[in-house]
């Protein structure tokens, strides 16, 4: 998760500005291939993230349970 985190936010200025030392914008950087991977990432990583949401969510209802 890590790497991937990285990965999209090392390529999201370039995406959304280009490169602006070159003056290349950011369709000459990235295509449609480019953008679906990002879009891969970011849900796998999203899925991960809700996982251990819903894991906590219950571990922490469970301490709050009165013993009985």
């Known amino acids: 998760m890590a790497r991937i985190s990285r990965d999209l936010s090392f390529n999201r200025g ?22 679906q991977v990002a879009i891969e990432k ?12 819903e894991e906590r969510r219950r571990e922490l209802s469970a301490e709050l349970q009165p013993s009985s």
């Open 14 to 35: 370039p995406a959304m500005y280009g490169d602006e030392s070159s003056e290349t914008p950011p369709e000459e950087l990235y295509d449609e291939e480019d953008s």
């Open 42 to 53: 970011a849900m796998l990583v999203h899925g991960y993230c809700l996982k251990l949401l």
